[in-house]
Each structure stands twice: as structure tokens, then as C-alpha cells.
């Protein structure tokens, strides 16, 4: 793995592809019950919090226990929502890829160590395990130009189905991503694409941005990112 990868650079309003896999090269993601909570848990970290609402629920008579234990947690939890932006992810079986945005030098470090503590926890309690799930510490590639900036997306939409044989419709519609967003199939408060979107035609189809992924390339400008093996 390139060096650069494992020593990371914190620049505030930073660009970065964040990425990262199973220890041993194991399976993260089981069942479609473990991509959910990895998805619940990004929405708690980086939708703003209701702390307001979430006492008057903690409180509250006709909140159940459950409410109110979920409400206690959230109410204890990070929130990154002023910190961190997610324009695209995509979830496979055995790593994540991240397109993120931080505002202070250090955001992304306590985002990123919150997220897979949080995970490792769960997945751990669930699947009767013990110890680390990661393989090492995550990685962060800083974006350094506006073509790594406007191809990160297209390779993180992409790069899960280049050895599998299947169109990259038919794949997004089972594997965990932002592809539906960008497509605005789906809308989710969470994830902006509007920054990359910004680039494409919204009337003439062949400038598009599903034209754009779709354009048969290497992407060789994302070719250092081994993390497949």
C-alpha cells in the first residue's frame, strides 16, 4: 500500500477517500442487517442532533423503554454534522469506501475512530467475537486536483463490481451505496451529491452523471487503492 496512504494528511476543508477492510481479509458485512446499522450509525453521526426532541422522548410517558434507551445513547453520542460532509460511500462485503469532506484539520480521525469502534462493537456482540474487526488503522487519501475530486465518486460507485461479471445497475440495486442519490432515485438527508453533480447535465443524458460512471475506463488515477486482494 502506498505510503502516503498510511501517513495522513489533516488539512482543514480537506477532501479525502477514506477506506478501510476486514482484519485477516474476513467478511464486515454478514447479512443485510449488519450493512443497516453501519448505515444507521453514519446517519447518527452526521445528521444534525435533536437534543431537544431527544429529551422530551427520554422523559416522555409514552415513550418505551427501548425509545428511551436509544434516546439516552444519542443524546451521549458524537454528532460530526457540523464537522464532516459525505458525498458518496459504497459498502462491500469485506471493507467500505468513504468520500468525505472534513471542516477542522482533525474531524475525519475522530469521525472515522467513533464510526468503527462503534461497529466493531456491534458486530463483535452479534456475532460472538472478540477483538479487532479492521486489518489496520483506516486510510485517507487526501484529494490534491479537481480530477481526483470529480473521479472519486465514479470509483467508488464502480470499483466493487470490476471482477464480478454484472451490470453496474443491476449491482447497485443489491450493494449498499450513494449511486440511488446521485441518480436522484433516493434522497437521503445525509449524503451530499450536489457539490459533484454540479458537473453533469441534468437534461442531455449523454453528459449526464450515469453516463459519466457508466463510460467503460480504468480509472487509473485510483489504481494504488489495493484493498481487494
Known amino acids: 500500500m502506498p505510503a502516503r496512504n498510511r501517513t495522513k494528511q489533516y488539512v ?8 478501510n477492510r476486514g482484519v485477516e481479509k474476513r467478511l464486515i458485512f454478514l447479512d443485510a442487517q449488519d450493512y443497516s446499522v453501519f448505515l444507521v450509525y453514519l446517519k447518527d453521526y452526521l445528521l444534525p442532533k435533536d437534543e431537544e426532541g431527544l429529551r422530551k422522548q427520554l422523559v416522555g410517558k409514552n415513550s418505551s423503554s427501548k425509545e428511551k434507551d436509544r434516546a439516552l445513547k444519542l443524546l451521549r453520542l458524537n454528532n460530526f454534522a457540523d464537522e464532516i460532509t459525505l458525498l458518496a460511500f459504497c459498502l ?3 471493507h467500505f469506501h468513504l468520500f468525505l469532506k472534513q471542516k477542522s484539520p482533525q474531524s475525519i480521525d475522530k469521525f472515522i475512530q467513533s464510526l468503527c469502534t462503534r461497529y466493531t462493537m456491534y458486530f463483535n456482540k452479534k456475532h460472538k467475537r472478540i477483538g479487532s474487526l479492521w486489518q489496520d488503522t483506516y486510510k485517507a487519501v487526501l484529494l490534491t486536483n479537481d480530477e481526483q475530486f470529480l473521479y472519486l465518486s465514479k470509483y467508488i460507485h464502480k470499483q466493487a463490481i470490476a471482477s464480478q461479471g454484472v451490470s453496474l445497475r ?3 440495486e443489491e450493494q449498499p451505496s450513494s ?3 446521485y441518480l436522484k432515485k433516493r434522497k437521503t438527508e445525509w449524503v451530499h451529491s450536489e457539490e459533484i453533480l454540479a458537473f453533469f447535465s441534468k437534461n442531455n443524458s449523454n453528459l449526464s452523471y450515469e453516463a459519466f460512471v457508466a463510460e467503460d475506463d480504468e480509472l487509473e488515477i485510483f489504481q494504488e487503492v489495493d484493498i481487494k486482494d
Open 12 to 19: 482543514e476543508d480537506g477532501y479525502y477517500h477514506i477506506y
Open 92 to 94: 462491500i462485503p469485506n
Open 170 to 172: 443491476s449491482y447497485m
Open 179 to 181: 449511486y440511488s442519490e
